[in-house]
């Protein structure tokens, strides 16, 4: 069968599921999540057997060691993907929330939560993520098509086939959770030109991986994109409130998207938050990266010179580019300029600035003296996320439950007419 | 310049003009709005002038007449076009509505809408979307790209023209509304995959153009679909409330996307319905198309044979298809397989039939005894709308002011780190 005519089918069952997920009460689909999380506590010799399979060929294909670990599973960390399907089914149902009004001639329209339908998830070597999505996607009653990283082929059939087994268990339908099982791109291409079978694609990934989806995809896509996040010490900062928030917001967890990767600092106070700060971060081992015009605060300090790249560099690493600023029109501008609209921070006392600051960044989350790392389904209070949107349309920032929902309108008469 | 230069050129321009709309206030914004019915109004000479010269060219060229209609300008439309202005301005402004919660450590976190920065709206040839898109657009603080039909290029240039001379007596900066005089399909083409530079496309118009960008576009799209809608009368339905929403969403304004195209009856009723149906529907001048089992209850009516495209196919004439049923479950998968997800419509007096159709017929509206074509901005209390969404991101259904934001999330704390 042409790879096409493969994959619509698999569309055309997982549309089938959909509409049974779209029956399944909240109870049902809880003890269903219940059942995978046991199966998957059950079968963890087999999965870790065909885990370490993708491990033995990603080190002879000489991978390296941060995505080795990303892609490898213990029994420990089996044991957290289980409990965190706990976590999923605490959550409260997103599906048949209503809000309604009625009209003048008595109409009565009720604007409906409903389940999207059916999802294309394109992701990269984190077998974990294979579990998050299937479990967030039937919790909000939706059917998924998964597209995993080649590496971790074997990890996430062996995911898959115990999720369908539980899934079986409980007298779901074939096709609420799919895994395109070819490791060839052609699949993934294919996958996006599904318009009409698939209802929505959400890469998670690399900007590259979201580039990719983005410009060949037929098929509505939700990015979530990367995070080149910017702290910005306003002339009235606090000096020790912005040292704890920088050292955190870089250093906590610099792999990821939420952590700072470019740090502004109004001129007036550069000559003496410049050493302060450096003293910090180069305590923390963080290479700093300074624009021209910091060296001369910065004499004797062990840093780098930062090219104009540097300023759009998400470093996900022990890596910041640093800069001064005239004001924070200035500062607002350079954020626009260079940011992903993820999460941007101003450190400051005024509240006129941090009014300004709020209004005129472009981002999916602006703080005032705060972490940037706060930008996760989990510290917004949503539970588990799917990834963080930093596109403008449907969802943006933290995308949980609600963000996997779409509505309808159901509207209610007694024989009105126009 | 080459087309995607001149177009990336415009794009910014919009893009600053986008983060001065977003700064200006709900009432400058509509002092503009004034002042752009005042001189619509004032320079209703020169705009006819140019409509002339359309229309003179659309004649020439043979356009059909229903098309001519619709670019055709007069004194009493251009005064209705302005007075469509003044109700916008009555409209609440949709920019920095929020709402807000705080964490348990102490951050304060505001969902707030805010512009979703430059739209591009590509639509037929249409000179009245020309001011309703840009006025929708300046009233949520969004900059527009205007991409109109060609045969309506002098009317676009006259009204943007008079739009602009308003925005700059208002002290508006460049680029809010922008127009693409070529009528080259290139610039078409080079909007949709101005990804970075355009934030959303919404193509207004037949499904082919809409197909045809939803294909092309690397830039997130708004469908705003075709309505192949139906209604099904369930056994238990009264028959002249049925004759009468039929009636009224067939006949009422045929043209339109909310109208019904589609019969679905109930066989138990069928040989009395049918009858009673087609006696009214065709005094009012209606073709009856219907599928081979109903003509046996239809003998000696002047009613045509249906296929299957007849099934799938938007008439926006005086004709509809009609088919019965075995029972409300084949008409919800009927429904399901052919729709466009658009509006659809129960007749019943059972509360479980109504609950099922509701829950289980995938589409922007589902009424329960009413007519399709109240599916609509104004009727639904929204006030203007830009179309009706038929796809499930972002927005569904009518689409008025809010669906044209988006938000950010607005976080103040006191210094919070992870």
């Known amino acids: 069968m042409e790879i096409r005519e493969q994959l619509i089918s698999m569309a055309t069952e997982a549309r089938t ?7 399944v009460g909240t109870e049902r689909k809880n003890m269903a999540l219940a059942k995978i999380a046991e199966e998957i506590k059950n079968n963890c010799g087999y999965i870790l057997t065909e885990n370490r399979k993708d491990i033995e060929m990603a080190k002879h294909n000489g991978i390296k060691e941060s995505m080795i670990d990303r892609l490898t599973l213990t029994e420990s960390r089996i044991v957290s993907i289980a409990e965190s399907i706990e976590k999923v089914i605490n959550l409260p149902d997103p599906i048949g929330v209503s809000e309604g009004f009625t009209r003048p001639n008595g109409l009565v329209i009720n604007k409906v939560t409903v389940p999207i339908g059916v999802i294309g998830i394109i992701y990269e070597s984190r077998p974990n993520v294979t579990v998050d999505a299937a479990v967030l996607c039937l919790k909000s009653s939706n059917s998924v098509i998964l597209r995993g990283g080649k590496e971790a082929i074997n990890s996430n ?27 060839s791109r052609d699949y993934t291409n294919e996958l996006m030109r599904l318009h009409g079978y698939v209802d929505v694609i959400i890469p998670r990934g690399s900007a590259g991986l979201i580039k990719a989806v983005c410009e060949n995809s037929t098929v509505p896509v939700i990015e979530t994109g990367a995070g ?5 010490v306003d002339d009235s900062a606090d000096f020790e409130m912005a040292r704890n928030i920088i050292i955190n917001a870089k250093t906590q967890r610099p792999s990821v998207c939420n952590a700072v990767e470019n740090l502004l600092v109004h001129k007036e106070i550069a000559k003496e938050f410049l050493p302060f700060i450096a003293d910090a ?9 300074v624009s021209e015009e910091c060296f001369e605060y910065l004499d004797g300090y062990s840093v780098n010179g930062a090219d104009e790249q540097d300023f759009y560099t998400e470093y996900n690493d022990f890596i910041i ?45 602006v703080y005032t003296n705060a972490s940037t790392r706060f930008t996760d389904g989990e510290e ?8 963080i949107s930093t596109q403008k349309l449907h969802a943006r920032g933290p995308m949980a439950l609600k963000e996997l929902t779409t509505f309808k309108y159901v509207i209610s008469g007694e024989g009105q007419i126009r």
Do not use: M
């Open 17 to 23: 599921a959909s509409r049974f997920l779209n029956c």
């Open 157 to 183: 059939i062996a995911l898959v086939t115990v999720i369908n087994k539980a899934l079986e268990l409980c007298g779901f339908v074939r096709g609420c959770v799919n895994l395109i099982q070819s490791t």
């Open 228 to 232: 080149n996040c910017h702290i910005y």
């Open 281 to 289: 971060l180069l305590e923390k081992g963080v290479e700093i990266r």
């Open 321 to 365: 580019s640093v800069k001064t600023v005239e004001n924070i029109d200035c500062a607002i501008e350079h954020i626009n300029e260079h940011n992903t609209g993820h999460s941007e921070a101003i450190i400051t006392k005024s509240l006129f600035n941090s009014q300004k600051f709020s209004n005129r960044v472009d981002a999916a989350a």
């Open 380 to 387: 917004f209070g949503f539970g588990a996320e799917i990834g």
